[in-house]
């Protein structure tokens, strides 16, 4: 079975700092990776995913992520992070045909200014 | 566009007590559908998934129980809460894509459940 590990439980990072949250996953066979933000008290939403073709993934809110086989991971980055990326950041791994989804237990994020 | 919905929003019941939780989705057809449970610290737990009517998938033993009575409707319910049950619950969507892509899952705002 597919799992995912985000070694980080929480990061502080200064107002337009660069920000990279780590994830790394294990699987067999190439995954579908995901990752979400959630802000207090909402629901998830998707920053970005990769499927497959090229390993550097654009996403919404300025945020782009790389698939690095060889390390089996899925960094989040983001050049220069502003005082509303304040949340919980979420790495997801899927299975090609499988339903489900495994989800990381999150990074949650603090901007200081 | 989709959109889905989740209520109530927030929710205070006694232990022992029974619970339904409300989740449905528009503007999609036969979604998968998922609920998941958020406890601090701990990242998503999922709970029942289903692909269809009437087809519910457990994954967690526990006092809950899901079921899917119409195509974009997913209840989540429980004949008598315990302390343990507290917390965030997310419902959520998705849709097997083709030509082998992976899916995304479309979260709902989530309900707040404190059992006391």
């Known amino acids: 079975a597919q799992s995912v590990t985000q070694p980080d439980i929480h990061i502080t990072v200064s107002e337009g700092a660069s920000l990279e949250l780590r994830c790394n996953y294990s699987?067999?066979?190439?995954?579908?990776l995901f990752w979400y933000v959630q802000s207090p008290g909402q629901g998830l939403q998707l920053l970005l995913k990769y499927f497959s073709g090229d390993t550097l993934v654009q996403g919404i809110k300025g945020f782009e992520a790389e698939f690095k086989r060889s390390q089996s991971s899925f960094n989040l980055r983001k050049p220069s992070v502003h005082w509303s990326d304040a949340a919980e950041y979420f790495c997801a791994v899927g299975v090609r045909g499988y339903q489900k989804v495994t989800f990381g237990t999150g990074t949650k994020l603090q901007v200081i200014p | 566009s989709q959109t889905i919905h989740q209520w109530p929003a927030t929710l205070v019941q006694p232990v022992g007590s029974p619970l339904s939780l409300e989740c449905t989705v528009e503007?999609?057809?036969?979604?998968?559908l998922y609920w998941y449970r958020q406890a601090a610290g701990r990242g998503l737990q999922l709970l029942f998934y289903?692909?269809?009517?009437?087809?519910i998938s457990s994954e967690v033993p526990q006092n809950l129980s899901a079921s899917r009575p119409q195509d974009r409707q997913f209840i989540l319910s429980s004949k008598k809460l315990l302390l343990s049950d507290s917390g965030f619950y997310l419902c959520?969507?998705?849709?097997?894509?083709?030509?082998?892509?992976?899916?995304?899952?479309?979260f709902g705002p989530g309900t707040r459940l404190t059992v006391l």
């Open positions: 959520a969507w998705s849709v097997l894509g083709t030509s082998g892509r992976g899916d995304e899952q479309f």
């Open positions: 289903s692909v269809g009517i009437g087809q």
């Open positions: 503007g999609t057809s036969n979604p998968n």
């Open positions: 699987y067999g066979a190439t995954p579908y």
